[in-house]
Nanobody, 122 residues
Framework: QVQLVEAGGGSVPPGGPLRLSCAAP????????MAWHRQAPGKQRELVAR???????VYADSVKGRFTISRDNAKNTLYLQMNSLKFEDTAVYYC????????????????WGQGTQVTVSS
């Protein structure tokens, strides 16, 4: 696995914005589709948004119109811009890379970050 490195979590009041980032360190040749997942206490992990290498996106219905996923392929970095945050967005957010090819052409599947806490609280 490639250990993805997430940043940007924290505490924010309802209606506020927050931006998460996820970097893939090391010598990377190419990264396939990437995604953000989240897991709230007592709930299963769920897909929040996914983006292909070419920029095609998919969102969970609960975040459509509020969250935007993007990526910078030159920097091997994934982003999640979250606006109009709600109490129910509180969760640990995880970054996922479905396929990573390093500069030795080694193929690494299903890499995850350590998770970053997002808390929406007044």
């Amino acid at each position: 696995q490639v250990q993805l490195v997430e940043a940007g979590g924290g505490s924010v009041p309802p209606g506020g914005p927050l931006r998460l980032s996820c970097a893939a360190p090391g010598s990377i040749f190419r990264i396939g589709a990437m995604a953000w997942h989240r897991q709230a206490p007592g709930k299963q992990r769920e897909l929040v948004a996914r983006i292909t290498n070419g920029g095609n996106t998919v969102y969970a219905d609960s975040v459509k119109g509020r969250f935007t996923i993007s990526r910078d392929n030159a920097k091997n970095t994934l982003y999640l811009q979250m606006n109009s945050l709600k109490f129910e967005d509180t969760a640990v957010y995880y970054c996922n890379a479905e396929v990573v090819v390093d500069t030795t052409m080694r193929v690494i599947r299903d890499s995850w970050g350590q998770g970053t806490q997002v808390t929406v609280s007044s």
